[in-house]
């Protein structure tokens, strides 16, 4: 299992893009998006999805020259449109625009369509805490990506649908959740299956609505279909997903047919100004943070980790220690990097 720098995977990743004919500033930021989820712990979302991206740009589903428009915009209110282009350039341009709209109206609520995959939703939340605002975000596949079944059914009807949201804290990182409404988002079983892994069971169903723990049975013919977090509570999250990302934002809910993989998506921006005050909201969450950390611990666990906590631990330790990519992924990588000719970095040093 090769182990790289994260400097030079971004590098590699880049080179890759451009090779691929991303804009050299739309490839340099999908590539440090999808580093950023890697050293974030969340190797669905990392540079595995190279292999999707430079496939959905050569069918025309991804436009890496795809602009964002406002197709309207009034007071607390801005409904913004993609045009497919990749969902971490599309996604952080959309936010900046939403932020700068709380900070003037008090509240955004941020609308996008026809976003390519947006990849991990916490960034965006971290953008917005880091600018002093509360975030809450649902989004769903534009109709596509149908993994998930219903309470009580075994087929796939739904997408994983993420809730994601964030609020600064006075002191350390942002209180940031960033959740798939399914018990498991589909990239980890994709990445167990490139490991050659199998799963906790519980997770998810094969074909015949059986428990299954084998992510091979999950990508069979006829598919698996992954199971609603919490039963009937991550159903009903998934669709409230549908209503707000899909319905509301014209992007269409998940339906039997849609091929091209997309994002709806929206954001609810709050300046705490405009609300109980930034200094009491601030003095609150504090203090809300500490009171929770301050709990007796269950045995085997060392400390209490806010939500957000982890995925700052994973980038401090992998930023020193490297991100290892598992074989498969890698010799996949390594393919597309060699078909557009670009030059496959020295790992052997950082090998395990």
Not at 38 to 57: P, Q
Not at 141 to 162: K, Q, Y
């Amino acid at each position: 299992m090769p182990r790289l720098n994260p400097e030079i995977l971004t590098d590699f990743a880049t080179l890759i893009f451009e090779a691929s004919e991303l804009p050299p500033d739309v490839a340099r930021q999908v590539a440090k998006s999808l580093v950023l989820a890697n050293l974030s712990g969340h190797d669905s979302h990392g540079v595995i999805r190279i292999i999707e991206y430079v496939a959905w740009t050569k069918c025309g589903w991804v436009n890496p020259h795809g602009p964002l428009t406002v197709v309207r915009e009034q007071p607390c209110i801005l409904i913004l449109d993609g045009d497919f282009g990749f969902g971490q350039v599309i996604g952080r341009r959309a936010m900046e625009l939403g932020i700068a709209k709380a900070k003037t109206d008090g509240a955004c609520i941020l609308s996008l369509r026809r976003s390519g995959h947006l990849g991990r939703i916490g960034e965006f939340m971290e953008q917005a805490a880091s600018a002093g605002l509360v975030c809450f975000a649902l989004t769903n596949t534009h109709g596509s990506g149908v993994l998930v079944a219903p309470f009580g059914g075994c087929e796939r009807r739904l997408s994983a649908n993420p809730l994601a949201g964030a609020a600064p804290l006075p002191n350390g990182p942002p209180i940031m959740m960033d959740i798939s409404t399914s018990t498991i988002a589909e990239g980890k079983i994709k990445v167990a299956r490139s490991r050659g892994d199998s799963l906790p069971a519980g997770l998810f169903v094969n074909s015949s609505g059986e428990a299954s723990t084998s992510p091979e049975e999950y990508y069979a013919s006829p598919p698996g279909a992954l199971l609603p977090m919490a039963g009937h509570k991550g159903f009903a999250l998934s669709m409230l997903c549908e209503v707000f990302a899909g319905a509301m934002t014209g992007a269409g809910c998940s339906k039997q047919g849609v091929e091209r993989v997309a994002n709806g998506f929206m954001a609810f921006l709050l300046d705490p100004a405009a609300f109980a005050g930034t200094e009491f909201v601030s003095s609150e969450l504090g203090n809300l943070a500490e009171w929770v950390k301050s709990s007796r611990l269950q045995d085997g666990f060392d400390s209490i980790q806010l939500p957000g906590e982890p995925e700052v631990a994973a980038r401090d330790q992998r930023s020193h220690s490297g991100i290892d990519i598992d074989d498969r992924t890698w010799r996949k990588i390594c393919e597309i990097a060699a078909s557009v000719n670009v030059a496959i970095p020295v790992i052997e040093a950082l090998r395990d």
